[in-house]
């Protein structure tokens, strides 16, 4: 099972190029097994994404719990400027930590 960033990185990234390109996001590119996820995650991770604010447009078609439920066409999802800045300051911080890691690679032991 992945994280919780790994999963909602990889989404807000592909909305985010869907913005930046002009594109509509598409179902087979979005879906728990292109993710490489199981559906139960797939649907909490979308949830928690509408829920913070990063990502609108989603809905869900039942009442029943959200991992049971159907949900609308990713068309009509997008991703907001909430979640472009998270997707920004995510790679800074994944940034630093790479160069921190490589310093530390490259540091003798004390």
Request: charged content about 25%; some cysteine.
């Amino acid at each position: 099972m992945s994280s919780y960033a790994k999963v909602a990185t990889k989404i807000l990234k592909y909305l985010n190029d869907c913005y930046e390109n002009g594109l509509e996001p598409n179902i087979e590119a979005l879906n728990a097994k292109q993710l490489g996820i199981s559906d139960r995650q797939y649907y909490q991770t979308l949830k928690m994404l509408k829920d913070d604010g990063y990502v609108k447009g989603i809905e869900y078609l039942d009442v029943i719990p959200p991992e049971m439920s159907q949900l609308n066409h990713p068309r009509s999802w997008y991703i907001t400027s909430t979640g472009i800045q998270y997707l920004e300051e995510n790679t800074l911080i994944r940034k630093a930590y790479n160069k921190l890691k490589e310093a530390k690679d490259w540091l003798p032991l004390i």
